[in-house]
C-alpha cells in the first residue's frame, strides 16, 4: 500500500477556488494511478478525477477542475476552479497500482484521511 497525506481543503464562497494535494510515500510513485474521490453526507464516495496512463474526470468537474501530478515529489493536486455548493464533501487522494485510469473506488488500494471542502456563502 500506499501512506497517502492530503491538505488543502477549507471554506470557500461560490465561484471560488482551492487546491488540494496529497504527498504519496511507500510504493513507486511514478507506477501508481492517482485519483480524488468524494463523499457527501449519506451518499457513496464517487470519483471526481484520476491520472495514470490518461487522465479523466467527473464530467460535472470538467472544465473546471484540473488533476496534476509532480513524480519528482511524489505529489499530487487538484485545482477546484468556479467551485458550486454541490462540491461541497470530504475529498479523498487514492492510488492503484498500474497507469490504467479507473474510476471505481473498489480499484483502488490506498486512500488518504480526507479534507473537507465546504462550498458556501
Known amino acids: 500500500q500506499v501512506q497517502l497525506v492530503e491538505s488543502g481543503g477549507g471554506l470557500v464562497q461560490p465561484g471560488g477556488s482551492l487546491r488540494l494535494s496529497c504527498t504519496a510515500s511507500?510504493?513507486?510513485?511514478?507506477?501508481?494511478?492517482m485519483g480524488w474521490f468524494r463523499r457527501t453526507p449519506g451518499k457513496e464516495r464517487e470519483f471526481v478525477a484520476a491520472?495514470?496512463?490518461?487522465?479523466l474526470y467527473k464530467d460535472s468537474v470538467k472544465g473546471r477542475f484540473t488533476i496534476s501530478r509532480d513524480n519528482a515529489e511524489n505529489t499530487v493536486t487538484l485545482q477546484m476552479n468556479n467551485l458550486k455548493p454541490e462540491d461541497t464533501a470530504v475529498y479523498y487522494c487514492?492510488?492503484?497500482?498500474?497507469?490504467?485510469?479507473?474510476?471505481?473506488?473498489?480499484?483502488?488500494?490506498?486512500w488518504g484521511q480526507g479534507t473537507q471542502v465546504t462550498v458556501s456563502s
Open positions: 491520472s495514470g496512463g490518461t487522465t
Open positions: 487514492a492510488a492503484k497500482t498500474g497507469l490504467w485510469v479507473g474510476t471505481r473506488e473498489s480499484e483502488f488500494d490506498s
Open positions: 511507500g510504493r513507486t510513485f511514478t507506477t501508481n494511478t
